[in-house]
């Protein structure tokens, strides 16, 4: 049954992790990992031989139908008195057991498909852990300083969307996360039927749609060591009031996320009566932010009060000047080519971002094929787009862009270079069309072929 699940899963598009003990309870694999036993039929993965019997029958009994990974409670925080077939302590080898462990699948992994996805979730993790594709989950608790200090060390942490968890904590915090993590376990009830389906969808839908920003900021933490989730104190170091937020965090460089709380754990005997009493008041850095939901404007470098708004959003602040890129929402990554490549720009300051894009699912990157496409945002005015940088073969499907320019009032005109586009007099018009802009709601859209090579945009004229 768990194979034929599986399959369908898959087959509508999902990830899917199995299970994972620590000591081995499958009697065909007891059998064959008998040489590398120890006590309480734990594998000393120490032993020349072991990670690769372990990972082939893994391949055959999980990869090779579509697992990528593994939820592992039990190898993060084993008992540091057993010991291990080679005579050493667990307290002897601590996280180094862990180590060897992940990075030898990794590595096996990566060997066998040429492919990502491989990934293992944890009840923990340690310093180093961000060289290796593991998340630490947790399904005992919501606790956004974890998510704030993970930060630190560009380890990604995030909560199971569970029925004991408070809502809307427990959404806001996994839209918010790099990875959304929902567990089969949770009594047979589905996530979206736990509390809002209407919100559920709407956070879900954001998730997805950020998965281009996030990608680039992954990117960014390969070469830079700097997370795609980040304490507010690292993007604000000169400021003391940011030292103590431990209930708000960066999602990359520029969407600043304040979940109301640092903490809320939730002992067992209080799972059926989840409970969030959110703080709205708000810390905002220096400079002019955005709020997400109704593009109202506020000054930096002071506390704000957020207690007219709906419980179910999120507080999400957008830095001046910002770019966002997005794609239209899909079932899942790859369901179709992201097209229209929705790039959001906000007025109020000046900033730049780099694009990143690859195959998404091969090691190919590592040879150069990918692609960078750098925005420069002059106040929401003037906007740059460079041309497109490949230093291999890989170039990124024929597109479109749709750019959404957050913009107070109709700006009469819209140039691409010095040639001025055709205003739509409709939503319908302008989707219908291959180049155009439309002004509604105080978003600017505008619509032209990607073509690769350097462009100007100008709201209002030409960019000088």
């Known amino acids: 049954m768990r194979n034929v699940g599986t399959s369908r899963m898959l087959k509508k598009g999902f990830g899917i992790n199995h299970w994972m003990y620590g000591t081995l309870r499958d009697e065909p694999l007891l059998k064959l990992m008998q040489p590398y036993l120890g006590e309480r039929k734990l594998v000393d993965f120490t032993i020349p031989g072991a990670v690769e019997t372990y990972f082939g029958w893994l391949k055959t009994n999980h990869f090779d139908m579509g697992v990528t990974g593994f939820k592992d409670d039990e190898h993060a925080t084993p008992d ?8 050493a302590s667990m307290r002897q080898y601590h996280n180094a057991y862990y180590f060897i462990l992940y990075e030898e699948l990794y590595k096996q992994y990566k060997a066998a498909y040429n492919k990502r996805g491989f990934c293992m979730w944890l009840g923990n993790l340690y310093t180093g852990a961000h060289r290796w594709p593991v998340f630490h989950y947790d399904d005992l608790s919501l606790q956004p300083n974890m998510a704030a200090n993970s930060g630190w060390t560009a380890s990604h942490y995030g909560p199971e969307y569970s029925s ?11 839209a918010f996360a790099t990875f959304w993590t929902d567990n089969e376990w949770k009594g047979g009830a589905v996530p979206w039927e736990m509390h809002s389906p209407e919100n559920y969808l709407r956070y879900l839908k954001l998730h997805y749609q950020l998965i ?26 000169d400021d003391p009031a940011t030292y103590s937020i431990g209930k708000a965090i960066f999602y990359g460089p520029n969407l600043l996320v304040d979940f109301g709380v640092d903490y809320n754990a939730k002992e067992s005997a209080e799972r059926n009566k989840p409970t969030y009493e959110k703080n709205k008041s708000v810390y905002l850095p220096e400079g002019k932010w955005v709020y997400f939901w109704n593009d109202k404007v506020y000054d930096g470098k002071q506390t704000i009060d957020l207690s007219g708004t709906p419980e179910d ?35 109020h300051g000046s900033t730049e971002f780099t694009l990143f894009e690859d195959d998404g699912e091969s090691f190919e990157y590592e040879k150069g094929e990918y692609c960078e496409t750098k925005y420069e945002n002059y106040g929401g005015m003037d906007i740059i787009i460079n041309a497109r940088k490949c230093p291999g073969s890989y170039t ?39 180049t155009g802009w439309y002004y509604s709601g105080g978003v600017v859209q505008v619509k032209f072929p990607d073509s690769g090579e350097r462009m100007l945009l100008g709201i209002s004229s030409p960019v000088p």
Not at 164 to 174: A, E, G, R, T
Not at 224 to 234: K, Q
Not at 408 to 431: C, N, R, Y
């Open 313 to 347: 959003d999120c507080a999400v602040f957008v830095r001046g000047g910002a770019i966002i890129p997005m794609m239209p929402y899909m079932n899942y990554v790859g369901e179709k080519p992201i097209d229209p490549l929705i790039v959001d720009i906000y007025g």
């Open 212 to 237: 281009p920003y996030v990608y680039s900021n992954l990117w960014e933490q390969r070469k830079t060591g700097v997370g795609n989730i980040r304490p507010i104190a690292l993007e604000y170091q």
């Open 80 to 87: 540091p008195k057993i010991t291990l077939k080679s005579g």
């Open 396 to 434: 990124p499907p024929e597109r479109s862009y749709l750019f959404r320019v957050h913009h107070d009032g109709d700006p009469g005109d819209v140039f691409l270079g010095s040639m001025a586009l055709e205003k739509k007099s409709s939503q319908a018009g302008l989707d219908a069309a291959k």
């Open 164 to 174: 004991w968890h408070p809502y809307p904590l427990v959404l806001f915090m996994n």
